[in-house]
């Protein structure tokens, strides 16, 4: 969504355990990656053009920094995730920060309405249900079925 990269340097006699490992280590949970190479893109078009780019930075790199082009990965890093993009219409980061603004102001709207509920042995409850379309339940079937469930 935000199209921001990660740029991680690995060797071609990497085991998938090894990918496993590498990628736990550096992405961490709750993101899905899009592994990509050269030769063997299993990708959407995007990964491809921003291989594209990423290649042409490298030769960039190649020829300002005379070769050393895997100490500069983080700075090529940086730039690619600074520079605006056409498909979201800013720049990744920028992107990134929006998104992350956005949920902490959704979850100061949700803060406000959660309160702690304590109950007691015997305490008297309804518990809401959510029937799933076309299952009746409690013998009424549409606008008629019990939201509800509790006392009788």
């Not at 690619?80 to 992350?100: C, D, Q, T, V």
Request: net charge positive.
């Amino acid at each position: 969504m935000t199209k921001l990269a990660r740029f991680i340097p690995i060797k071609v006699s990497y085991s998938v355990e090894d990918y496993d490992k590498l990628y736990l280590k550096e992405m961490g949970l709750g993101t899905r990656a899009k592994l990509s190479t050269t030769f063997h893109p299993q990708t959407d078009g995007q990964a491809g053009r921003t291989i594209q780019t990423l290649e042409d930075m490298f030769r960039a790199c190649v020829i300002n920094f005379n070769g050393n082009w895997d100490d500069q990965l983080p700075l090529i890093e940086f730039s690619y995730n600074n520079i605006y993009h056409s498909s979201i219409g800013m720049a990744p980061f920028e992107a990134l920060e929006r998104l992350k603004m956005a949920q902490s102001r959704q979850k100061s709207y949700a803060d406000v309405r959660i309160r702690d509920l304590e109950f007691d042995v015997n305490d008297w409850v309804y518990l809401k249900i959510s029937p799933m379309k076309g299952v009746m339940r409690f013998g009424k079937k549409g606008k008629l079925s019990p939201r509800y469930v509790g006392l009788c």
